[in-house]
Structures are given as C-alpha cells and as structure tokens.
C-alpha cells in the first residue's frame, strides 16, 4: 500500500506541475482550465490517498485484534490439553494400583 499511495502522490506531483507550466496568465485573470482541472486531481488524490490510509489504519487493527484472539484461543487449547494430559496421567496412575 506504500507504494500505491507514492504513486497518487507522484501523480499528483506531475499533475501539480503540467498545470502550473500550462498556465502562463497573469494572476489577475484567475486560474486556467488546466490549473482548475490539476486542483481538482490533485484533491481527489488526497482524498484518495487519506481513504486508503484509514482502510490500511482499520485492516491493521483488525488484524491485531484477530492476533489477540488467536493468541487466546491457543492458549486455552493448551492449558486444556495439559489438564487432559494430566487426567489421563492419573487415571493410568490409579489403573495400575
């Protein structure tokens, strides 16, 4: 995802400066078509970029999350399989007396 978002960011980059080159008007006369329409790209990318970043933020906190809960439940399997263990143990124990 890195790189995904280096990516939107070079583009916009680029889009950033063929529009600021394409406009050559005075500033009195306001933006151009190219430096409206580069504006434009360049917000839909940062938007783009901040939605991707709080879909990685949320998928990473699931993550964890599902870590934790792996982590638990393997827990439980092994103090269950001791105390199984230990039961059969001393089952065999008072079998042989």
């Given at each position: 995802?890195?790189?995904?978002?280096?990516?939107?960011?070079?583009?916009?980059?680029?889009?950033?400066?063929?529009?600021?080159?394409?406009?050559?008007?005075?500033?009195?006369?306001?933006?151009?078509?190219?430096?409206?329409?580069g504006?434009?790209?360049?917000?839909?990318?940062?938007?783009?970029?901040?939605?991707?970043?709080?879909?990685?933020?949320?998928?990473?906190e699931?993550?964890?999350?599902?870590?934790?809960?792996?982590?638990?439940?393997?827990?439980?399997a092994?103090?269950?399989a001791?105390?199984?263990?230990?039961?059969?143990?001393?089952?065999?124990?008072?079998?042989?007396?």
């Amino acid at each position: 995802m890195q790189q995904f978002k280096n990516l939107l960011i070079a583009i916009a980059a680029g889009v950033f400066l063929m529009s600021a080159s394409a406009c050559e008007k005075g500033k009195e006369q306001g933006p151009g078509p190219a430096e409206k329409a580069g504006a434009a790209i360049g917000q839909a990318v940062d938007r783009a970029t901040e939605k991707a970043g709080e879909a990685m933020e949320k998928t990473g906190e699931t993550l964890k999350e599902a870590g934790a809960k792996a982590r638990e439940v393997g827990k439980e399997a092994i103090d269950k399989a001791k105390e199984v263990s230990k039961d059969a143990a001393d089952k065999v124990k008072d079998d042989k007396k």
